[in-house]
C-alpha cells in the first residue's frame, strides 16, 4: 500500500521525542495586552530566541530539552507545531527556523480548515531536523523531516515544507485509490502553489509550476489540478474539495476512475463531457502555457493574468 511520502521506501527512523507539554493557547482574535508580553526564553535556549519573537503573539512558546513547542488557536481550533531539534546539526540557521514556524501558521491552519477535517488530519505536527537519513524531506503520520543541510544549500526553498504538511493533511492516501498514485505527489504541489508562505515571496522565484509541455497528461500534470480549481470552484461549489474527498475515501478503484472524473464534474460546465476532453482543453488554454516564475515582490506571468490563488484563497 502506498502512503503520501516524498521518498520511496521507510520512513526516516524517529528520533526520541519529548513529551510535549500541554500550554494554554490563546486565541488569535483575542489579542489581549497580556498576549503582547514580552516572551521569556529559558537560558540554555538552544537557538536565538529572538527568531521567534516574529510569530504572532497569541502563539504560546514551551521549550523542553531539544525541542521548541508552539501552541495556538486558529479560528477556533487548537494546533501545536514541536520542532525538535534532537538531531539538528547547527546548518539550518536560527533565522530559517523561525521562518519554518512562521510558515506552519500561515500553511497548516488553511489547509487543515478546507481539507483537514474531511480527513481527520492531526492538528498536533512535528517537524523533525536532522542531519542524516535522506535528502530533502519527507512526512510520515503526523512527523514532517527536513534534512539539516537542505535549507543551508537552498536558502529559500521554505516551501518544500508546505508540500509536506500537505501530505500530513492528506492522512495516508492509498495510492491504490487513485486513477494514478502520483496524485499523491501532484496534490502536495497544487497545496504548495496555491499556500505557499507570503503569497509565493519565497515560492515563485525557485520553484515552477510547470508547464503542459514539460507535464503533458494528466498523471503527471500539477497544473491541471490548479486550472481544474481554478475554473471550477466558487462560492457555491468546492471542486477541489470534493476531489479531496474522493482520493481520502479510496471510494474508486483505479480502473474506475473514469466514473469519479464523471461524478466530480457533475453540476459544472463540464457535465457531460469525458475526463479525456476535459484535459484537451485544459492543454490548448493559455493557462497551461504561462510562466508561474516571478522576482520576489512580482507577480508572475500566470497569476497577472488569472489570479488562481487570490481566486482560490478567498472562496471562504
Ligand atoms: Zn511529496
Known amino acids: 500500500m502506498l502512503f503520501a511520502g516524498c521518498s520511496a521506501g521507510k520512513p526516516a527512523e524517529t528520533s526520541a521525542m519529548s513529551t510535549v507539554t500541554e500550554t494554554t493557547a490563546v486565541s488569535t482574535s483575542e489579542s489581549t495586552s497580556e498576549s503582547k508580553k514580552k516572551r521569556v526564553y529559558p537560558d540554555n535556549c538552544i537557538i536565538d530566541p529572538t527568531v521567534l519573537d516574529r510569530l504572532d503573539e497569541s502563539i504560546t512558546l514551551d521549550f523542553k530539552d531539544k525541542t521548541i513547542i508552539e501552541t495556538g488557536t486558529v479560528n477556533g481550533r487548537r494546533y501545536s507545531f514541536t520542532i525538535d531539534l534532537t538531531n539538528w546539526a547547527g546548518n539550518t540557521t536560527a533565522d530559517q527556523i523561525g521562518e519554518l514556524s512562521r510558515l506552519f501558521w500561515q500553511v497548516y491552519p ?174 490548448k488554454s493559455d493557462f497551461a502555457g504561462l510562466s508561474s516564475n516571478a522576482e520576489r515582490g512580482e507577480t508572475s506571468e500566470l497569476l497577472a493574468k488569472s489570479n488562481v490563488r487570490k481566486k482560490i484563497r478567498n472562496l471562504r
Open 110 to 283: 488553511a489547509l487543515y480548515e478546507r481539507f483537514g477535517t474531511l480527513s481527520n488530519a492531526p492538528v498536533d505536527v512535528v517537524l523533525l531536523i536532522e542531519d542524516s537519513g535522506y535528502e530533502i524531506a519527507e512526512a510520515w503520520e503526523n512527523k514532517v523531516h527536513l534534512h539539516d543541510m537542505w535549507l543551508c544549500n537552498n536558502h529559500e526553498d521554505f516551501d518544500c515544507i508546505t508540500h509536506e504538511l500537505a501530505h500530513v493533511i492528506q492522512c495516508g492516501w492509498d495510492g491504490e485509490r487513485l486513477e494514478y498514485s502520483s496524485y499523491i505527489e501532484r496534490f502536495a504541489d497544487y497545496c504548495r502553489f496555491i499556500y505557499c508562505m507570503d503569497n509565493g515571496g519565497y515560492n515563485d522565484s525557485g520553484w515552477t509550476l510547470q508547464t503542459v509541455t514539460d507535464e503533458p497528461d494528466r498523471e503527471s500534470s500539477v497544473r491541471y489540478l490548479v486550472w481544474l480549481d481554478y475554473k471550477l470552484s466558487g462560492p457555491d461549489r468546492d471542486f477541489m474539495k470534493d476531489y479531496f474527498l474522493v482520493c481520502t475515501k479510496g471510494e474508486y478503484a483505479s480502473s474506475d476512475w473514469k466514473k469519479a472524473w464523471k461524478k466530480l464534474f457533475q453540476g459544472t460546465e463540464f457535465e457531460g463531457k469525458s475526463v479525456d476532453e476535459v484535459w484537451n482543453e485544459f492543454a
